[in-house]
């Protein structure tokens, strides 16, 4: 997709139209290092999250609502890595947009849906470990497997229309320069995404796992106390503690996600402040690799997630495992 000119020449994005933008110039060594670095870190968030809902789809024993709700968050990084992650590389790498204005509007739309989806998904994992760790009794009745498909699915439509009305407000905006690619809202949809996509779902995040780590620490100093005292556990002893564990484990995949999330949004409201800088695209791309990172944390503190790749990897076994 490069143009050459000679070294002195400023380079364009589409030469032959007069209000092309400006390409950044490159040595080929930087863009063969930028984009096999970027092509890598994209098949390995789309391999990982494929791991992880192969394991929830196929082995029965993982079909539970916490898990249909891992699988739903691992669908929207694995479509990060697979769709989001290569376009924005080569915007990021050729410093042009080169697939329309049309094909602009969408990609926006998918990449602020998966998002959204991705922080929805992430509520709704706060209040399912808030039900399971502060309400044990009433879990079974009142987070079932059809409420929480169906709330999945509201979800993300919601999402899907909530950004649809986002780039469709601003469709009749013009850029600065043809070749370019940046979503620019109005003052009344940066208050509203500020509190519908960043004060509101952060402070129930944030509430609501504070809580859980309050009834969980609790919950751990009586079943330490009972096993000093030589007593037997229980089966409800049991299972708090393993709710407990839960809630720390989806606690650290929530604190990652908005350590990543936090600083971007920060900076995207700061005034003056355009996407092409350096500083806004690291914060992007740290939202990017996140979506590669969700799996890891499952690989180290959930055994079922290493017992079930182990089956996935070997072929002859994941028939029978089912």
Same mark, same amino acid.
Request: net charge positive; glycine share 2%.
């Given at each position: ?100 204005? +049309? ?6 739309? #998918?990449?602020? $849906?998966?998002? !959204?989806?991705? @922080?929805?998904?992430? *509520?709704? %994992? ?56 940046? +979503? ?6 940066? #208050?509203?995404? $500020?509190?519908? !996509?960043?004060? @509101?779902?952060?402070? *129930?995040? %944030? ?116």
């Amino acid at each position: 997709m490069a143009y050459e000119t000679e070294d002195h020449e400023t380079q364009y994005c589409f030469p032959a139209i007069n209000s092309s933008c400006i390409k950044t110039k490159r040595s080929t060594h930087e863009y063969n290092i930028m984009y096999v670095f970027f092509s890598l870190l994209s098949v390995w968030t789309v391999f990982l999250n494929l791991l992880v809902i192969i394991s929830i789809s196929h082995f029965k024993k993982l079909h539970t609502s916490t898990n249909m709700l891992i699988l739903s968050l691992a669908v929207a990084d694995l479509l990060v890595g697979l769709i989001v992650m290569p376009l924005e590389a080569i915007r990021l790498i050729e410093t042009c947009w080169y697939f329309g204005d +049309i094909f602009c509007r969408l990609f926006l739309i #998918i990449m602020g $849906l998966l998002f !959204s989806a991705s @922080l929805s998904n992430l *509520v709704l %994992i706060a209040v399912d470990r808030y039900v399971a760790v502060c309400q044990p009794l009433l879990y079974p009745q009142k987070i079932t497997m059809t409420r929480t498909i169906i709330i999945i699915c509201v979800s993300w439509f919601f999402s899907s229309v909530y950004n649809i009305a986002i780039v469709f407000s601003i469709s009749h905006r013009k850029y600065t320069c043809y070749g370019e690619c940046t +979503i620019i809202t109005t003052f009344a949809w940066s #208050i509203a995404d $500020l509190f519908l !996509s960043f004060l @509101l779902p952060c402070t *129930v995040i %944030i509430t609501l796992y504070l809580r859980n780590f309050y009834v969980a620490h609790q919950q751990v100093k009586v079943i330490n106390s009972l096993l000093r005292s030589g007593k037997h556990l229980t089966e409800g002893s049991m299972r708090k503690k393993s709710e407990s564990k839960a809630a720390l484990t989806l606690g650290i995949i929530v604190m990652v996600y908005l350590f990543c999330w936090i600083p971007f949004f920060i900076l995207s409201l700061t005034p003056n402040t355009g996407m092409t800088s350096a500083t806004a695209y690291i914060l992007l791309w740290m939202l990017y690799i996140n979506s590669g990172l969700n799996p890891l944390i499952y690989a180290i503190f959930y055994p079922w997630f290493k017992i079930s790749v182990k089956h996935i990897l070997n072929l002859s076994k994941i028939f029978k495992a089912a």
